[in-house]
């Protein structure tokens, strides 16, 4: 089991950054890559970032490469996501989730085992 705790999401203009937190609790956190999700109103969940468990991999979303970076800190078991040059359009709930090994189908929702409870993120043009 891995116990999972968003934080850092908030209101923000177009243009500005947040930094959003995922805590995680439970089974040994450095064995599991780690992802970051979102679902705007009316829309379906979609892929935004991901970590291996060592960090030395990543993926990104289209949407969000050249602003967004994901970062992890095994020592406080802890992953973040750096969001730079916030649009309107990234006006969501951001959700972290849990993957065991392999390092493969990242960017899909269904492979990832353990999800938190979503953090909201404002962003006002």
């Known amino acids: 089991q891995v116990q999972l705790v968003e934080s850092g999401g908030g209101l923000v203009q177009a243009g500005g950054s947040l930094r959003l937190s995922c805590a995680a609790s439970?089974?040994?956190?450095?064995?599991?890559?780690m992802g970051w999700f979102r679902q705007a109103p009316g829309k379906e969940r979609e892929f935004v970032a991901a970590?291996?468990?060592?960090?030395?991999?990543?993926n990104y979303a289209d949407s969000v490469k050249g602003r967004f970076t994901i970062s992890r800190d095994n020592a406080k078991n802890t992953v973040f996501l750096q969001m730079n040059n916030l649009r309107p359009e990234d006006t969501a709930v951001y959700y972290c989730?849990?993957?065991?090994?392999?390092?493969?189908?990242?960017?899909?929702?269904?492979?990832?085992?353990?999800w938190g409870q979503g953090t909201q993120v404002t962003v006002s043009s």
């Open positions: 439970g089974r040994t956190f450095s064995t599991v890559s």
């Open positions: 989730a849990a993957k065991p090994f392999p390092w493969t189908a990242v960017s899909t929702g269904d492979s990832y085992d353990y």
């Open positions: 970590i291996s468990w060592s960090g030395s991999s990543t």
